[in-house]
């Protein structure tokens, strides 16, 4: 079975670009609705609050940015940023980790999570 994982930093900021287009099409359909002035209103609202969140989350990828690893990826032999002990390369998504326990196992998510960092020290 093939692995389906991408590389968070970029998982994120399709996460925020997303946040812009819809924040986008909400103002536009709010446009159709000029006539009905309280869902113009919300509209406008709702497509503000996306486009303000979405900064938030791109001045979050600045935070995280900051604390990824700069690694040469070993199977495209590109240079990629990696976030936490797992991440897969930007470019072709392989996994890679930066825990020598953890290599040669299968690649699994979980590995991130402080709960199972817990549950491996005892
Ligand atoms: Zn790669």
């Known amino acids: 079975m093939a692995l389906k994982y991408s590389n968070k930093i970029n998982k994120i ?3 925020a670009l997303v ?6 099409i909400l103002m536009y359909i709010g446009l159709y609705f000029k006539d009905i002035e309280w869902l113009l209103v919300v509209l406008m609202m709702l497509g503000t609050l996306l486009i303000a969140l979405s900064t938030v989350v791109y001045f979050w990828i600045g935070m995280l940015s900051t604390k990824t690893i700069s690694v040469t990826c070993p199977s495209c032999n590109k240079p990629t940023k990696m976030l936490g002990r797992v991440d897969a390369c930007m470019h072709c998504n ?3 980790t930066m ?3 953890l290599e ?4 699994d998510e979980k590995y991130n999570s402080k709960k ?3 549950q491996e020290n005892k």
């Open 104 to 107: 040669g196992k299968d690649f």
């Open 94 to 96: 392989q996994p890679l």
């Open 99 to 101: 825990d020598r326990n």
């Open 19 to 24: 946040l812009v287009f819809a924040g986008m």
């Open 13 to 15: 900021r399709t996460f």
């Open 116 to 118: 199972f960092q817990k």
